[in-house]
């Protein structure tokens, strides 16, 4: 009987202790979000040059956290490419040159525009509903002009895209190469009429994954994603102050 009962309270304890942990990691990841965004603007606004090292120590200080969040949180950036991580120096800032970023965008609409183009013959109804319901979640975000919430939604919008290839190696890379652009695509959005512009194209490439036609949802993947002319200097207008 006591042995039972001590095999019970240890199994307690161990669970209580697993609990615990669980949630402990689970506050640390959300921190290690929230940082990261915050990191992000920093960078983007210039407070963070570019070049300069991100001591996890100072880091830990200003966000009066742990160096764990820290960490994770720099990880999130190095993956998005805004920062570099050089072995037995640290952390820097690192912003892409125009060059380097247009070529980038450059291989991310291509790589959609394969993806709508082998979607457009296998998405699902059940896929397309979905994309209805993430276009009603952005247009209720251009409506609030809530640029953020839209790009929360804007990035399910695309995720379900590129599932919808059946392609899993091509998934994967567009998935990579959405998180290296990352940064850069939640800061188009805030252009003056942005939002609407990009509401819209996203209704004329559903229009054209509805009527199965590869070419046309290619076509208007293409130019969605694409950072060219008048949208590519808006966006480096807007990046000068971080390379300064």
């Known amino acids: 009987m006591y042995a039972s009962s001590f095999f019970l309270y240890t199994i307690c304890n161990l669970l209580r202790a697993l609990f615990v942990c669980g949630y402990l990691m689970l506050m640390d990841r959300k921190r290690a979000d929230l940082i990261a965004d915050e990191l992000e603007a920093l960078i983007l606004e210039g407070i963070f040059k570019d070049g300069i090292r991100l001591d996890e120590v100072q880091l830990a200080e200003r966000f009066n956290v742990s160096r764990t969040p820290i960490r994770e949180a720099l990880q999130q950036l190095s993956l998005s490419g805004l920062v570099e991580q050089i072995p037995r120096r640290g952390v820097f800032v690192r912003q892409p040159g125009p060059v380097e970023l247009l070529e980038m965008f450059e291989v991310m609409a291509e790589l959609e525009a394969v993806c709508a183009r082998l979607a457009a013959s296998r998405i699902s109804d059940a896929a397309l509903a979905d994309l209805h319901e993430a276009n009603a979640r952005c247009d209720d975000a251009v409506t609030a002009q809530d ?52 509401m819209a194209e996203h209704k004329a490439i559903v229009t054209a994954l509805e009527q199965g036609n590869g070419d046309a949802a290619a076509i208007a993947i293409r130019g969605h994603v694409a950072v060219q002319g008048e949208k590519f200097h808006h966006l480096i207008a807007s990046l000068k102050p971080a390379a300064e």
């Open 147 to 198: 640029a953020d919430g839209y790009y929360l939604e804007n990035e399910r919008f695309h995720a379900i895209l590129y599932r919808q290839s059946g392609n899993g190696f091509l998934e994967q890379e567009c998935l990579r190469l959405y998180r290296r652009l990352q940064p850069f695509r939640r800061m188009q959005l805030r252009a003056r009429g942005r939002l609407a512009q990009s």
